[in-house]
């Protein structure tokens, strides 16, 4: 078995308490990290996670990405960072712009130049495909901490510290997911809110998103963005897997929301190479991608209502 990068290190991740931070830091400890520190501004969901982990290998610490100070004290003798923490609700950063540059982009600045100061070994930002030609203000915060991030490469000059990046799509079992409204819909009898039968998003599991985040560590030599490849839906197809033969209406398209979702745009896939499991993008790679590739939620690989079914519910049969 190949060891995990994780093993005997020191790590922080911002965002500790969220659904991918709960994971990776469970998950961190059960391959041998010496000291994980959960750095998050909600004292209520560090006080749940205290109770359920109970691991003296815990440090938690409250603050804010915005806080430049409070990362300078968290980051002393971290090995490894991975930035989670962001606003992620799409109507919230379009209803508090400022906010969401602040802690999505500035934060992310903050994290960054923490962990160069640091001597931090590598960092780790969790991307999403908002970023890939955005057209909200949340996909247009990440994409700016996205290039931002890997550009602070440029800082880390004459360092040890090296930072890439994740870009992945939605995660089953993750807050804010629509797989909780459709099962609360089918228990009230229906009907289901559909946007659009034919809306299509990439889809994986939380492990999957912790996977490559390893994968990240291990591979990166610093700027890279890691791209898993992950089959899709329609959403009309995960409303099947998840509440079958409940009758659905269509709401039609939010503002700002895709019809399909992109990992790789067709420009950027200049700088793509396909790397095994995962694409990478990168000055250098495996095999580069065929001229003219993207990457969208339409054209990948489509899962059935039994496969989704199987990844939502993989102890249990759906709703």
Known sequence: MIP??????????TGGTGSFGSAFVRHALDVGATRVVVFSRDELKQFNMRGAFQDERIRFFI???????????????????????????????????KEAVETNIIGTQHV????????????????????????????ATKLAAERLWVNANVYAAGTRTKLCATRYGNVIGSRGSVIPVFERQALEGGP????????SR??????????????ALRFTRGGEVFIPKVPASSILTLAEAVAPGVPW?????????????????????????????????????????PRGFTYRSDTARQLSVSELRALIYPTQEAV
């Open 249 to 289: 209406i269509t709401t039609g398209i939010r503002r700002g929301e895709k019809l399909h979702e992109t990992l790789v745009t067709e420009d950027e896939a200049r700088d793509t190479w396909e790397c095994g499991d995962h694409y990478r993008i990168s000055t250098s790679g495996d095999e580069p991608v």
């Open 4 to 13: 995990s990068p994780l093993t005997n290190r020191s790590i922080l991740c």
């Open 112 to 139: 960054a130049l923490a962990a160069i100061d640091a001597g931090v070994r590598c960092g780790v930002f969790l991307s999403t495909d908002k970023a890939a030609a955005p057209n909200t203000h949340y996909g």
């Open 192 to 199: 289901l809110t559909i946007t659009d039968p034919t809306m």
């Open 63 to 97: 603050g804010n990405v915005q806080d430049r100070d409070r990362l300078d004290l968290a980051m002393r003798g971290v090995d490894i960072v991975v930035h989670a923490a962001a606003m992620k609700q799409i109507p919230t950063c379009e209803e508090h712009p």
């Open 202 to 215: 990439f889809w994986m599991k939380i492990e999957e998103s912790v996977e490559l985040v390893e994968t």
